[in-house]
């Protein structure tokens, strides 16, 4: 496939709903007047061919996602894809995406692939150069390989979790519960799930946090980060999305 534009690629369908959410968000940070002063994107969202991350990460299943994400990496790559991000922070812990990079020199090699913890950690250093305290709302996986932690600390910063009964608990059911949960119901999410991420983030506030890291795609469904002044809201998805523009064609990105 040839287009006029460099050909931007989304890994999505984990969920469903935040590759969705990443590929709106892109047009939402594209200049652009007219349908044709889009970019191109390709979505690949096929969630039942892609292993629970946080079930790999903890030992439940044997099956590495990266197997299948490489997989949908050289399909990608072969319509002409050069730049990817993935819609999932927790496909970019160690196990998972290191693995993955080192498939793409053979599946893959002129595909770029953006990594949305780099992007939000530097975004942060950048845009808010006088915090110290950052929070980090994530699921189960990603706090236990210290995802966003290690970065932000790498980074000079000091990581804030919000009480292990938050982390673990209501907030892990805010993005999973099978009748509430965002991953069930994305769009409305619903009042519970509102109330559990608001709740979490309100602890980390309470903990001295000056920003928070919605560190799951699912998170940014739930909050309208401009509805909440104190602490700032951190949007992965959104910095991600500005990171492919700015990648492939950074004239075209909103200021």
């Given at each position: 496939m040839e287009t006029k534009k460099p050909l931007i690629?989304?890994?999505?369908?984990?969920?469903?709903?935040?590759?969705?959410?990443?590929?709106?968000?892109?047009?939402?940070?594209?200049?652009?007047?007219?349908?044709?002063?889009?970019?191109?994107?390709?979505?690949?969202?096929?969630?039942?061919?892609?292993?629970?991350?946080?079930?790999?990460?903890?030992?439940?299943?044997?099956?590495?996602?990266?197997i299948e994400l490489s997989r949908q990496l050289a399909l990608m790559s072969n319509l002409g894809v050069t730049v990817v991000g993935i819609a999932c922070n927790t496909a970019h812990n160690e196990p998972i995406f290191d693995e993955l990079l080192k498939c793409l020199e053979d599946v893959a090699p002129n595909i770029r692939l953006l990594n949305m913890i780099d992007e939000t950690v530097a975004f942060i250093r950048e845009s808010h150069p006088d915090f110290s305290r950052i929070g980090i709302l994530a699921t189960r996986g990603t706090y236990l390989f210290r995802?966003?932690?290690?970065?932000?600390?790498?980074?000079?910063?000091?990581?804030?979790?919000?009480?292990?009964?938050?982390?673990?608990?209501?907030?892990?059911?805010?993005?999973?519960?099978?009748?509430?949960?965002?991953?069930s119901y994305s769009n409305p999410v619903t009042d519970e799930a509102q109330s559990a991420v608001c709740e979490a983030i309100?602890?980390?506030?309470?903990?001295?946090?000056?920003?928070?890291?919605?560190?799951?795609?699912?998170?940014?469904?739930?909050?309208?980060?401009?509805?909440?002044?104190?602490?700032?809201?951190?949007?992965?998805?959104?910095i991600l999305a500005r990171a492919l523009i700015r990648d492939v064609h950074p004239h075209k990105l909103r200021p």
């Open positions: 690629g989304i890994l999505g369908g984990m969920g469903p709903q935040a590759g969705l959410d990443l590929s709106a968000k892109i047009i939402e940070e594209t200049r652009a007047e007219t349908d044709q002063d889009h970019l191109p994107v390709v979505l690949f969202s096929m969630p039942e061919y892609v292993p629970n991350r946080t079930d790999y990460l903890l030992g439940k299943t044997t099956i590495n996602p990266s995802l966003y932690d290690d970065r932000v600390e790498s980074a000079g910063l000091v990581p804030v979790l919000p009480d292990e009964s938050i982390a673990m608990g209501s907030l892990q059911s805010a993005i999973s519960d099978p009748n509430w949960g965002i991953k309100e602890n980390l506030r309470e903990h001295g946090a000056e920003a928070v890291i919605l560190g799951c795609t699912e998170l940014p469904l739930a909050v309208k980060t401009d509805s909440i002044q104190n602490p700032i809201i951190v949007d992965p998805t959104r």
